[in-house]
């Protein structure tokens, strides 16, 4: 074992008492012994180490002290305080100088009273003289009589005009005095009656007039809503002040945001081309309070709106949503795209073009918006009404409205229904140039549109529900086609869904049934393969001259096996190739276009 | 009487006696001028104070009725409790009034209807062009 072995004791160490080493009991301790630490640096303090002196550096060597007697004057002028000690002293010398001079005077007057006195009662008087005046003059030296003057009558008159002229001034001034407080109050009384007037017009207006919370001398007016994200709850009240000349004054509340933006803004945008766009209207310029009031309740209301969008679509990334700062884009396919951003109010009447389909769009889609934050608000307060859930230590935060996703859902199945009218038109279109019988109808959204609307609450409901819309097709050859498409930003479709379901004689093709698919171009493969098996069983029905080849798009002659044919349908159209073997194969392409020529004509004609 | 008119006949009531307490002023300030105008007139004085005497006691019972009914409208609030120290404030025991009354959301409510008479319109703007938006039938 080593010298320095470690000696350890299994018994605890004593514990400290902790009120003796908290940092509060040793302030005071330090402060008692030594005075404050004012003043006090590193260099004093490593000065007193050395030394090993246990006095106060502030009183005995610091610089302060050195400077001498003007010490507590420059220490003043340098706005600082001189210390504790020498403020006591010099307070107290003061007090004994001025008790000494009051004193004094106290003496000399009970002397003079004094001696007076001892004229008449001189046991009395001399009692309380003092031995210095005793000394100097005998008792009852002090004489005195009361003076008889003979008034003058002049004077006597002239003190009478001047009290009377006195008077006269002091009621004058008394009456001007009067009469400037009642022009005073009574400006201040038309002033205000002029801002209860004005206070009363906007109660009647039907705005709550209500005290300021936080500051209960001055009225308010809430426009904010009750049911908003915290983050805009306490902003909805303004101050109404009354200003100079008794008008109402609002002067701390926000009509606008940076900029002047003000309003949600929604813009159709095509290749990066504006397209349409949605209005802001408000009365812009109106100054009254009223209009003021009005504008900053709208302003509060989109600038909300438009938070609560960019919260919710920055968690929308996955279906074509993107954000940057100050604008959400919503992706519709096909170039075109929906921006969402905050814009200042236009100038003047700018009234809705109705002529032009985006700018419909657009401002259908803001009346949307709008429509459902109000909705939003109203489950808000809904769910305030239920019994809070219980208390958990972590912090809840609400989640994301659901706003962005509704109506990107609508727009995109819109867009895919569109699509899906086009495709069809043009396959009809292409099927009746070819010389067959063909029809289509759609039936969109169906499941949301309700005939009467009942209550805010339902008419929104259905808004936020999936979409569905469906087309029956009627194709040739006795092929009947139902496409069911359904829309839902979520599970379990995350986009559009379509599902095919085909009916037939099963002689073409043995695949019936619905087949489900989540990809437009899917579907379209799926229709144009069905649109191909559907003319193979229409030539099939319709001339005995051919047979298919194993279920394929390839038919041959039963004349002449040599010559075949190929049916094929993609975006174009409907092509079909003719050839014989050995030969050279021909095309004819029906793409919509009036040819002259039917499949018919083909079929029995054939080309070469 | 709604509320809504009894408070505004309340205020002009009251804006009422704020003028006559300007106007009781310059009563008292004609009175005094009675006085230092040659010759004096005792009448003069005695009508004009008496004026001044029947204004300010119509201003002190108006005065007294409007803090009468004040009092039947328990405002300021009645004070329960340990809260006596605030009274007189307009504190209501404490409780921030203002904070309370701005917790309804009628302002809400006249939005939301703003907003739907907006989409009814746009809706009726656009009813044209709708039509062809309902079912497609082609063939």
């Known amino acids: 074992m080593s010298s320095n072995q470690l000696l350890l004791s299994l018994k605890s160490w004593p514990e400290d008492d902790p009120e003796l080493k908290s940092v509060s009991s040793l302030i005071t301790r330090i402060q008692a012994q030594r005075g404050h630490f004012r003043d006090v640096d590193e260099s004093i303090l490593e000065n007193e180490i050395r030394e090993g002196k246990d006095t106060d550096p502030l009183f005995d060597d610091s610089p302060v002290e050195e400077s001498g007697g003007g010490a507590s004057n420059s220490a003043l002028a340098a706005g600082e305080e001189p210390d504790r000690a020498t403020q006591l002293k010099n307070a107290k010398a003061e007090i004994v100088a001025l008790v000494g001079h009051a004193l004094n005077e106290a003496l000399f007057g009970l002397d003079y009273v004094s001696l007076l006195v001892s004229l008449q009662n001189p046991e009395a008087g001399s009692s309380s003289m003092s031995p210095e005046l005793k000394k100097s003059v005998p008792v009852g ?109 609002m002067d701390d509340v926000a009509t606008t945001g940076s900029h002047g933006k003000a309003m949600l803004r929604v813009r159709v945008l095509e290749n990066g081309e504006v397209k349409g766009s949605s209005v802001q209207s408000g009365n812009k310029c109106s100054g009254s309070v009223k209009d003021m009031i009005q504008r900053a309740r709208n302003f509060i209301y989109e600038d909300e709106l438009f938070f609560e969008i ?20 919503i992706d519709l396919g096909g170039g075109r795209s929906i921006v969402i951003d905050m814009a200042p109010l236009d100038d003047g009447d700018i009234v809705l073009d109705i002529h032009n389909p985006d700018s419909n769009l657009a401002q259908g889609v803001v ?11 109203r489950m808000s307060l809904r769910k305030r009404s239920k019994p809070p859930p219980p208390l958990t230590q972590r912090k809840i935060v609400p989640p994301a409205l659901r706003m962005v996703a509704p109506i990107t859902t609508h727009l995109l199945h819109h867009q ?65 086609v139902e496409i069911n498409m359904k829309t839902a930003l979520g599970p379990p479709l995350y986009g559009t869904a379509y599902i095919i379901g085909t009916s037939h004689d099963g002689v073409s093709a043995r695949l019936m049934g619905e087949n489900r698919f989540t990809s437009s171009k899917e579907m379209e493969m799926y229709l144009f393969w069905c649109l191909e098996r559907s003319i193979v069983n229409e030539v099939r029905y319709t001339n005995d001259k051919w047979e298919q080849i194993a279920q394929s798009n390839e038919m041959w002659s039963i004349d002449k096996s040599t010559r075949r044919i190929r049916i094929s349908v993609d975006r174009t159209g409907l092509s079909i190739v003719t050839g014989t073997t050995g030969g050279k194969d021909d095309r004819v392409v029906w793409d919509g276009s009036d040819t ?9 004609h054939p080309v070469g | 009487m709604s509320p809504q008119s009894n408070t505004k006949t309340r205020i002009l009531e009251l804006n009422a006696i704020d003028k006559d307490i ?102 009726g703007l656009l009813s044209g062009d709708l039509e062809g938006d309902g079912d497609v039938k082609m063939g």
Request: glycine share 10%; charged share 25%.
């Open chain 1, 141 to 249: 030296s002090l004489g005195f009589d009361k003076v008889q003057r003979r008034a003058d009558p002049g004077s006597v008159k002239e003190d009478l005009a001047i009290s009377h002229a006195w008077k006269v001034e002091g009621l004058n001034s008394a009456a001007d005095t009067l009469m400037g407080a009642s022009k005073k109050l009574g400006d201040d009384v038309r002033k205000e009656a002029r801002y209860w007037e004005q206070i009363l017009a906007i109660r009647e207006d039907g705005w709550v007039v209500t005290r300021m919370p936080n500051e209960r001398r001055t009225l308010g007016v809430r426009f904010g809503f009750a049911e908003s994200a915290a983050e805009y709850k306490n902003k909805g009240v303004g101050a109404l002040r009354r200003g100079e000349d008794g008008d109402v004054v």
């Open chain 1, 596 to 604: 002259g020529r039917t499949l018919q004509d083909l079929l029995n």
């Open chain 2, 22 to 123: 300007s106007t009781l002023l310059s009563t008292a300030s004609t009175a005094i001028t009675t006085l230092t105008s040659t010759p004096a007139s005792a009448s003069a004085f005695a009508s004009a104070s008496g004026q001044y005497h029947a204004l300010l006691q119509s201003i002190v019972v108006r005065l007294r009725r409007q803090i009468l009914l004040l009092e039947q409208a328990d405002i300021p609030a009645p004070v329960t409790g340990n809260g006596g120290e605030k009274e007189g404030k307009g504190s209501g025991g404490g409780i921030d009034v203002g904070a309370f009354n701005s917790r309804n959301d009628v302002v809400g409510r006249e939005m939301e209807g703003e907003l739907w008479k907006g989409a009814k319109e746009l809706v």
């Open chain 1, 416 to 480: 895919h229904q569109l699509n899906l009218q086009n495709l069809l038109r043009h396959l009809i279109k292409v099927v009746k140039s070819a010389g067959m019988s063909t029809a289509f109808v759609t039936k969109p959204r169906h499941n949301c549109l309700k005939p009467v609307i009942k209550n805010v609450e339902t008419a929104v409901e259905a808004f936020l529900e999936r979409i569905e819309s469906e087309a029956t097709v009627k194709l040739p050859g006795g092929w009947k």
């Open chain 1, 310 to 329: 960019t919260r919710e679509a920055r968690l929308m990334a996955n279906y074509g949503v993107r954000t940057s700062e100050d604008a959400v884009t």
């Open chain 1, 367 to 377: 009346t949307a918006f709008r429509i459902l934050l109000s909705y939003n608000h």
